[in-house]
């Protein structure tokens, strides 16, 4: 899509900090990280947001998943929390689906 940031990384139009790429995904750390470890796995089909998924993207949501934990384990995490936002209302500010995985700080606020 056109004027979405996230395509324009998938697309190597802008750079960012990669850490996985499959021909499916791209995962690369958060502008502004909220822990020691934080990076988002995103897909390269542009998708508004799980609101706008359906019954068709259910391998591609399992795989998202499971690859936060693969690389989570790869990057030595002990433990890890994750994060979709959706819509506005639900805090999105950047509306190409992606997945937050972060973790490694000694103290965890409890929510
Ligand atoms: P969300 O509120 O779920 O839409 O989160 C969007 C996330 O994308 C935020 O945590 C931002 O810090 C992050 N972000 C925005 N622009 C970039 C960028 N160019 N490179 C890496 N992360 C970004
Ligand atoms: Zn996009």
């Not at 958060?30 to 542009?46: A, C, Q």
């Not at 994750?82 to 500010?93: D, H, K, V």
């Amino acid at each position: 899509m056109n004027n979405c940031i996230f395509c324009k990384i998938i697309n190597k139009d802008i750079p960012a900090s990669i850490i996985y790429e499959d021909q499916e995904f791209l995962v690369f750390e958060d502008i502004k990280p909220i822990d020691k470890v934080h990076f988002l796995i995103v897909p390269k089909i542009h998708i508004k947001n799980l609101m706008g998924c359906n019954d068709t993207d259910q391998i591609m949501l399992g795989k998202m998943l499971l690859l936060g934990a693969k690389l989570a384990n790869q990057l030595g995490l002990k433990g890890y929390r994750t994060m979709i936002n959706s819509g506005a209302e639900g805090g999105q500010e950047v509306f190409h689906m992606h997945f937050h995985v972060y973790g490694g700080s000694d103290t965890l606020i409890k929510i």
